[in-house]
């Protein structure tokens, strides 16, 4: 659709007289205002949904990527000098910026969850594991495998890509489905905007014909309907966009918590992305309408 | 000013108006007669390019309607003033407002022609009616409010579709001695009515041309009126 400046130039600068033109009353002034309003206010969700998923996304592709753990799977009396020994290798392996074994402590932890806190993990044939952060260049996998089958024969890489490709996949597909919810937002945004703005337009067939006789042209006609709606459509987005803002406040915190449900929401600068929801929403109506009013004063010639 | 040569124009299979030439010259006064369904004011409409003639040429000041876009026409019917029948207003707006709506539509502050809008109102007696909404005035104040309204851009020409139809004989003449008034101004005012006798009270005033649509052609009405 092409983009008519002098339309939104005059929207812009506005005209009061144009303005009582139109007849200030209708369904289709409470309808406008209502659908812009549960849009705008969708539409911060839809944000908050989909900027909650690319930092979900991003940690999880970022944090993960950078770490390995290697099992050391051995009897007993072996598991402490072939984690030495896997210690070793890594601390000659390029790539690899640091390496250490969990401590009982720490790997009773990780296990207490499904077998309490009282767990004595000498009576377990429990893994030693050992955390490996990579450096900023990474190492290569499969060449550290070779290197711990032949000198630790009991050491088995988990470079983590097995299960974080997936759950990075999931979070991207999240987010894009937040864009995708925002792009239907914007569509039946500018439906409804063209479904009130037709009936308005058929509703007020004999103010357009009073205003043809007397000499008005298409693109007068058109304005003032056009910045009708579109202020009615900012109006009701601006409300639902600050009743949205407010609910996402009122989600329970994330605390120390980094779950993705207690991170949905907007964090630092992204608060202000849902005040463009009103920007976008009144632009949406403005093409709608002038659309709908371009074609509706065809109709009506 | 507005030529119409060899015009016709069908509607619904039918052809309504046949083979009409006629010039409206300026300050020229004219009325057009004939019974109801003659297409009086189809006439009136192709006359202000609210209609295109299916065959012939209308000219409108020297240019032809076919060759008009939607501006041009808009600019067109500014020039032209037209007063119908059933006058039609924004309902929501008051009386003055209605008025001044040329003016409003063409981009001219209504407020910087206050002066003319109150001496036009007084003109046509409503003076004390400015704020009323329209759905308050009676028939012939509504006519009236109409007129002012044709002529508040000081139009070329001024079209009236039955301007007396709902009104009575007294303020038929009203509405009458304004038209004549506005002639005398050096406008050009065409008349569309089935009211005999309000032809014969404005030809004792006016050297007035009849023109009768029959038979879908139109004639010069003789000495009978």
């Known amino acids: 659709m092409k983009v008519d400046f002098k339309l939104v130039g005059a929207l812009i600068a506005g005209d009061r007289q144009a303005d009582r033109i139109v007849p200030p009353t209708g369904f289709t002034a409470q309808l406008t205002l209502f659908a812009a309003g549960a849009m705008a206010f969708l539409a911060v969700f839809a944000l908050a949904l989909s900027l909650a998923a690319g930092r979900l996304a991003e940690r999880w592709g970022d944090e993960l990527a950078r770490t390995s753990t290697i099992r050391i799977v051995a009897p007993v009396g072996q598991v402490g000098a072939q984690t030495d020994a896997a210690l070793a290798v890594l601390s000659t392996t390029a790539g690899v910026a640091s390496a250490r074994a969990l401590t009982d402590e720490e790997q009773e932890a990780l296990l207490a969850p499904w077998f309490g806190a009282d767990l004595q993990l000498d009576s377990l044939p429990v893994p030693r594991l050992i955390e490996v952060i990579e450096a900023a260049s990474g190492f ?69 014909a009073v205003l043809r006789l007397v000499g008005a042209t298409d693109r007068y006609i058109s304005q003032a309907f056009v910045r009708r709606f579109t202020l009615r459509a900012l109006v009701g987005s601006v409300i639902g966009m600050v009743l949205g803002m407010i609910s996402v406040v009122l989600l329970p915190s994330s605390g120390d918590a980094s779950g993705f449900l207690t991170g949905f929401g907007f964090q630092g600068m992204s608060w202000l992305v849902p005040l463009f929801v009103p920007v976008l929403t009144a632009g949406v109506a403005l093409m709608a309408t002038a659309f709908a009013s371009r074609r509706a004063l065809e109709a009506l010639s | 000013m507005i030529d119409l040569e060899n015009v016709a124009y069908s509607y619904g299979g039918g052809e309504l108006l046949s083979d009409i030439s006629v010039k409206l010259a300026p300050g020229s006064f004219h009325f057009l007669t004939g ?141 009458l001695k304004l038209l004549l008034e506005l002639n005398k101004m050096g406008k050009t005012v065409l008349i569309a009515t089935h009211d005999l006798s309000l032809i014969r009270a404005a030809k004792a005033e006016v050297q007035a041309r009849v023109l009768r649509i029959s038979n879908r052609r139109i004639q010069l009405a003789g000495a009978d009126l």
């Open chain 1, 140 to 208: 290569d996998a499969n060449g550290l495998r070779l290197r711990l089958s032949a000198e630790v024969p009991g050491a088995f890489l988990d470079d983590h890509t097995r299960w974080r490709a997936p759950l990075v996949e999931a979070a991207s597909r999240l987010r894009l489905l937040g864009w995708v919810a925002l792009l239907l937002i914007a569509a039946a945004v500018a439906a409804m905007v063209t479904l009130a703005a037709n009936a308005a337009l058929a509703a007020n067939a004999q103010v357009i």
């Open chain 2, 35 to 175: 019974p109801s369904g003659a297409g009086k004011t189809t006439f009136l409409k192709l006359c202000y390019g609210a209609l295109l003639p299916t065959a012939g040429h209308v000219r409108v000041f020297d240019a032809d309607v076919r060759g008009l876009d939607r501006d041009d026409v808009a600019n067109v019917r500014r020039k032209i003033g037209v007063v119908h029948q059933d006058v039609q207003f924004l309902d929501h707006l008051p009386v003055a407002d209605n008025i001044a709506l040329p003016l409003t539509v063409s981009g001219k502050a209504a407020d910087a022609h206050s002066a003319d809008l109150s001496e036009l109102m007084q003109w046509v007696g409503l003076t004390n009616r400015a704020a009323a909404l329209p759905p308050e005035l009676s028939g012939g104040e509504r006519q009236r409010a109409a007129v002012a309204r044709a002529v508040i851009m000081s139009p070329d020409v001024v079209l009236a579709d039955e301007p007396t139809g709902n009104i009575d004989w007294e303020m038929s003449q009203r509405i």
